[in-house]
């Protein structure tokens, strides 16, 4: 799965939406692109990480509720 890369006013604005730092940024010429670019899809790595994270948890939780209704199931 390939994902087109933004640049230009359309990163700064994906920059902006994910509340990436614009910190040591600019240059004389402007935005550095490439840093902000690493900045940016870290961000949307972050941001899919915790969502996996979020998924596992329910996963796990609806884990012990099947074996503690097994568990009982047996007890019975």
């Known amino acids: 799965m390939s994902k087109k890369l933004l640049n230009g006013q359309e990163l700064l604005a994906r920059a902006r939406e994910l509340g ?25 790595r972050a941001n899919r990480e915790a969502w996996l994270w979020l998924l596992a948890v329910i996963a796990a939780i609806a884990s012990l509720f099947s074996a503690a209704a097994a568990w009982l199931a047996v007890l019975r």
Do not use: K
């Open 20 to 44: 990436v730092s614009e910190h040591d940024l600019y240059r004389d010429s402007g935005p550095n692109e490439a840093e902000l670019q690493r900045r940016v899809l870290e961000a949307e």
